[in-house]
């Protein structure tokens, strides 16, 4: 995203209206700067074994975001990224940071499982998990699917199915961490030639909305940095 608003800026330089359009770029860069530093804080959190601050709020609004941030990388791929929010809202504990980061890596590696022209359809629901209500966001791909070695080792740290390519193997691993942090599960399914789907069960507090003073300690800014 600071990429292409650096870039966005540098096509409008002699646009007679560059000022107002000067300064929409800059403020999306600053914006961009600061998550990033977020993202790199709460890495460093977990390389420190430490648990980052969470407070309730609403999965849909993350999981729109994931979605945004991701969109342009899915144009660049000729991909198609679909959105399906089946609840009004889904309120969960969380580090909205933490979890966008998780949902954009997820997005990111659907993207990525055909070279070019993915389809990537992105839920998000309420289900029943054993009697829990749970939040539920699946990330499905109609790419080249995973074996059953793949499947096993996919969230072992540095394994990855892209190292041709420039994967770390770092990705899935610290989403599967940050997930199970948050209490939650973080699973995939997948045969050979038939796609993916990743799924994050994540607990849900309650079935009503989120909303100011809805926060884990009677406060909607308990916790929050």
């Not at 609403?58 to 991701?70: E, G, K, M």
């Not at 990537?120 to 074996?147: F, M, P, Q, S």
């Not at 193997?169 to 939650?184: C, Y």
Request: net charge negative; with cysteine.
């Amino acid at each position: 995203m600071i990429l292409l608003a650096a870039q966005y800026g540098r096509m409008r330089l002699d646009d007679e209206d560059f000022r107002s359009v000067f300064q929409k770029v800059i403020g999306d860069i600053t914006a961009e700067a600061e998550r990033c530093g977020r993202i790199v804080d709460s890495v460093l959190q977990l390389a420190r074994g430490e648990s980052p601050e969470q407070w309730r709020e609403d999965l849909n609004s993350s999981v729109q975001r994931a979605c945004l941030l991701t969109s342009a990388y899915a144009g660049e791929r000729r991909a198609t990224l679909e959105l399906d929010l089946q609840e009004s809202s889904l309120p969960v504990v969380m580090n909205p940071v933490d979890m966008e980061q998780v949902l954009v890596n997820l997005m990111r590696n659907a993207v990525e499982s055909k070279p070019a022209g993915a389809c990537v359809r992105v839920t998000a629901k309420r289900v029943d998990v054993d009697g829990e209500t749970r939040a539920r966001v699946a990330v499905a791909d109609d790419g080249r699917g995973l074996d059953e070695d793949e499947r096993r080792r996919v969230f072992d740290p540095f394994y990855s199915t892209r190292l041709a390519d420039g994967g770390t193997g770092l990705g899935l691993s610290l989403a599967h961490e940050i997930v199970r942090r948050h209490g939650g599960d973080l699973t995939v399914e997948s045969r050979p030639g038939r796609g993916a789907t990743f799924r994050i069960d994540l607990p849900s507090p309650s079935i009503g909305p989120a909303g100011p003073g809805d926060g884990p300690e009677d406060s909607a800014d308990a916790g929050r940095p």
